[in-house]
């Protein structure tokens, strides 16, 4: 297939349950080598906080962890959410991170809270948080970001004095900065600010296309980017058979009803749990309807829909979020059948 995407890999570091936080961000490292050894281009981990299903709760850290472990693979943040976080603290950890694995880290920024209002208040102990002033200055925070990140820093000017504030003092290089978003708000702002942009397509499936037209007839050059930038993201489990593939995503399925019902976020079950759950009637459509953007299949008809996904929306790069479920018995600290997911799919 010549005209088969580059691929990338999104982690949220599940929780099973079979696994402690240690066991999960071991079994996330291992998924890492595996992509670096499989050609992957890139490995972004997400930012969500106070879930019992997910262990994602700081990206740097989990980037530096994941950069160390690998030898090429460009690592990232899909994404920071920056209103939960001062601008100058992001700028610091990305620019370190750069300096330490120089051509390699993506700071991917999103203006979502990613967890519940009272855990985005404890975040920044009130001090702006998730707030609503804290979101309204999202774009400002974006190019405080950009600029703190520069070898030159940027200027601060108090009581009449300017003071440089640099993120890091020698900087060689600059980690590339993605906007990412579910709405059509950051596609206005990545086009009009120049910045790559990627819409969360693996989220819900919906206004993906809408989002990347509006990204791609209003960007404006800009010293970061000359042309419009972007990639889709979608979830995806792949198996020996479509059988066993629909068998391995029912632990997710459970976990995203859970998520849209309101209900609580447990760790996710093994697919021998998960099949003994009984949905009820009226939740089985919403199911079927979350499933539907996903690729869930063998090897050839899950590569064949990431191909045309890519062709549809127009892109050379799709980044896969493996959420294949594990059998009861598997290892606590690896994650098989999201790697095999990896394997299938880089053919």
């Given at each position: 297939?010549a ?8 982690d949220?570091v ?6 402690t936080?240690a066991?999960a961000?071991a ?25 019992p299903?997910?262990?994602?709760t ?8 994941v ?7 460009r690592?990232?943040s899909?994404g920071?959410?920056l209103p939960?976080?001062?601008?100058l603290?992001?700028a610091?950890?990305?620019a ?15 203006r979502?809270p990613?967890?519940d209002?009272v855990?985005g208040?404890?975040?920044r102990?009130?001090?702006g948080?998730v707030?609503?002033?804290a ?8 190019d ?15 009581q009449?004095?300017?003071h ?5 003092p020698?900087a060689?290089?600059?980690a590339?900065?993605w906007?990412?978003?579910s ?7 990545a ?6 942009y ?10 993906t ?9 209003g960007?404006r050059?800009?010293?970061?980017l000359d ?17 066993e ?15 849209r019902s309101?209900?609580?976020l ?5 697919v021998e ?19 539907a953007?996903?690729v ?9 829909e990431i191909a ?12 896969v ?12 600290r690896?994650s098989?059948?999201?790697?095999e997911?990896l ?5």
């Amino acid at each position: 297939m010549a005209d088969f995407p580059h691929l990338s890999v999104l982690d949220l570091v599940p929780v099973r349950t079979d696994q402690t936080s240690a066991d999960a961000v071991a079994a996330s490292l291992a998924l890492a080598r595996t992509a670096d050894a499989l050609g992957y281009h890139r490995y972004w981990v997400a930012e969500h906080h106070n879930m019992p299903a997910v262990a994602a709760t700081n990206p740097p850290v989990l980037i530096g962890l994941v950069a160390g472990a690998t030898e090429r693979i460009r690592v990232g943040s899909g994404g920071v959410m920056l209103p939960n976080h001062a601008p100058l603290v992001v700028a610091e950890q990305f620019a370190l991170l750069e300096a330490a694995f120089p051509g390699r880290i993506d700071l991917g920024i999103g203006r979502a809270p990613g967890t519940d209002p009272v855990t985005g208040w404890a975040l920044r102990h009130g001090a702006g948080g998730v707030t609503d002033e804290a979101v309204s200055r999202f774009p400002q925070y974006v190019d405080d970001v950009l600029t703190m990140m520069e070898p030159a820093g940027a200027g601060m000017t108090v009581q009449g004095r300017t003071h440089t504030l640099r993120a890091t003092p020698a900087a060689t290089s600059v980690a590339q900065v993605w906007l990412l978003g579910s709405s059509d708000y950051s596609a206005q702002l990545a086009a009009e600010k120049g910045l790559p942009y990627v819409f969360a397509h693996h989220f819900s499936g919906q206004g993906t296309a809408q989002a990347l037209s509006i990204y791609r007839t209003g960007f404006r050059a800009s010293p970061e980017l000359d042309a419009p930038t972007t990639f889709l993201t979608v979830n995806a489990v792949v198996a020996e058979t479509e059988e066993e593939a629909l068998r391995r995503a029912r632990p997710q399925e459970l976990m995203m009803l859970a998520l849209r019902s309101g209900q609580r976020l447990d760790p996710q079950l093994l697919v021998e749990e998960a099949e003994k759950v009984e949905v009820a009637e009226g939740q089985r459509g919403l199911i079927s309807a979350m499933r539907a953007p996903w690729v869930i299949g063998d090897a050839e008809t899950a590569r064949a829909e990431i191909a045309r996904l890519a062709e549809e929306h127009g892109v050379d790069e799709v980044m896969v979020n493996p959420v294949a479920g594990a059998h009861v018995g598997t290892e606590p600290r690896l994650s098989p059948a999201r790697e095999e997911t990896l394997r299938l799919l880089a053919g």
